[in-house]
């Protein structure tokens, strides 16, 4: 089992509406969780970080977390084309630890 | 504020040769972290360092690959001899304080193609 898994899509979604992104985690004693995005060609940069279980709103981005469950969504509103690009799920692995494990991104599309 | 720094941008080189990448941090930054990007892989973590001491490198592939910090405002990838599978995009990131909640920030990144 991978250490972190997203859907890779690519995931087509129409302008205005909301995009959903998934990630699950293996290591239970993880404590950070981030959100980035990447545009071709293009470095990682943060969206969302989220430790806490529930949700967390910046915006229109909304992060959720289920330790219970070890599972970690993205949930993006009012989608615009500018959204598009890959979306990078990481988890903090090893207690204390600074070492974050990415998963293989989930490629957004929105359509206008 | 500058952002983290690279260079190269771009490094084409031949089977056989050293190669060295070099990273600027955040300054204030204690933290600093070499990835490497390729399409069968993803985002790989190669090692980190906190406060220019290395902390990490099981992610390093082999011997073949090697990383410093000399002081907090500089660190090098070298890969000696290099290989046509090393060719990928390579990412340094630092982050302010060395705690697991600290976002990372990246450099824009060295594409390096081994021919």
């Known amino acids: 089992q991978k250490e972190v898994e997203q859907n890779s899509g690519p995931l087509s979604v129409p302008e205005g509406a909301i995009a959903s992104l998934n990630c699950t985690y293996s290591?239970?004693?993880?404590?950070?969780f981030f959100w980035y995005r990447q545009y071709s060609g293009k470095s990682p940069e943060l969206i969302m970080s989220i430790y806490s279980n529930g949700d967390k709103e910046d915006g229109r981005f909304t992060a959720q977390l289920n330790k219970a469950s070890q599972y970690v969504s993205l949930l993006i509103r009012d989608s615009q084309p500018s959204d598009s690009a890959t979306y990078l799920c990481a988890v903090n692995i090893g207690q204390g630890a600074q070492k974050l494990v990415f998963g293989q991104g989930t490629r957004l599309t929105i359509n206008p | 504020d500058a952002g983290v720094i690279q260079s190269p941008r771009h490094e084409v080189t031949e089977m056989g040769q050293e190669v060295t990448l070099r990273c600027k941090p955040i300054?204030?930054?204690?933290?600093l972290f070499w990835y490497r990007q390729t399409m069968m892989r993803g985002l790989e973590l190669l090692i980190y360092?906190?406060?220019?001491?290395?902390?990490?490198d099981s992610g390093m592939p082999e011997d073949r690959f090697s990383a410093k910090m000399p002081n907090a405002s500089f660190s090098t990838l070298k890969i000696q001899p290099s290989e046509p599978r090393d060719s990928a995009v390579y990412f340094c990131?630092?982050?302010?304080?060395?705690?697991?909640?600290?976002?990372?920030?990246f450099g824009p990144g060295t594409r390096l193609t081994v021919l």
């Open positions: 360092f906190n406060n220019n001491v290395p902390i990490d």
């Open positions: 990131a630092s982050s302010p304080r060395g705690f697991p909640t600290d976002t990372q920030y």
């Open positions: 300054s204030g930054h204690n933290s």
């Open positions: 290591d239970r004693v993880s404590q950070s």
